[in-house]
């Protein structure tokens, strides 16, 4: 015959009281200055230009 044990484990439910956020959030904006685009940043000549500097 084979013995057949029942394992539990207790844990213990705990209930906390929610905090009431009424801060609100403030975003840090950016300053107005010009941006750059994906077509500007990866051009050929700048792609070109990245790699040589990172030869050096």
Known sequence: MSKSFIRATIV???????KEQTVKKRYRTKASAPRL??????S?????RYQEECRL
């Open 12 to 18: 213990p439910i705990v209930q906390t009281e929610k």
């Open 37 to 42: 685009c994906a077509d500007e940043v990866m």
């Open 44 to 48: 050929r000549a700048n792609l070109i």
